[in-house]
């Protein structure tokens, strides 16, 4: 075991702002009542609904793994405020995944298996990465894609459970995507200030990773094309934010980062942040 600094900094303000801002919004899978009766009783929506929830729960347990073998790696880098936020991180998406479980149990169905669902498979290994800047702008498609859906699925109301699980991850998804804003924003901030070069270069490495992400959701939504029909999900409309989303909120992050190292700005307040998961 490897301690890089016994007494950590701490001096990251934006960071520890939603970390003890994560702290105080945990929630239980428990808080819920799983006893009401289920609206969706027939066999045909359940099936579709299930197979439709198979990338939403590989999703959830992926980022499981991903951000808890991010924790110790930015150890090594002393980014002892980000480690702190990843571990809340983890909670939530350990927390998404006894839901996604749970509500299973509930429809009496399973998901897809990984071999009749490639494509969700390959769509999760594009996002691994060890490097946390490379991960968060992969990550950024599937946690829009996740916050497109959790707003569908509460406009659709489809059970009560589920729009009770969409309103909880949608707390939480407002976070990761606030932290995904603070720390490329940083990483942008550093590598600007190094000069315009290593900025802009970096840029364009994350935009093909954002890009390459991206394509591997097409052949998803392909194989789940005649469910997300019956649930009613719209599938161009959704191709279509999730693409213009993602890609803001990646060129917000550059753009922010250019402008702190030109001292044209502050980095922007830790409520700031907060808010734009929100967005
Ligand atoms: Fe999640
Ligand atoms: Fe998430």
Redesign the pocket.
Known sequence: MKIYKVLPDLTRKRQMAIWHKALRSQWSAEDLDWGRPQRIAKDKPKDHLARLLTPILM??QS?LYSVSGLIPKLGATSEVESQFYLTT?AV??AR?TELFTRFYRRLDREPISIRRFPAGYLFQSAIVSDDAAEWLSG?LI??VL?KLVMEEFRRLDLDPLLSDIANG?LE??AR?LGFNHIYLEDRFTSLFRKGRPEGQSYGEHLRARLQAVLDHVTPIFDALGEDMQEVGLDRDWLLGELDKDAKRRLEKSIAAGEKVASREVEASDPAEAAAIGRE
């Open positions: 999703g959830e980022a991180w939530d998406e998404h990550v599937s946690e996740a991850i939480d998804e990761h």
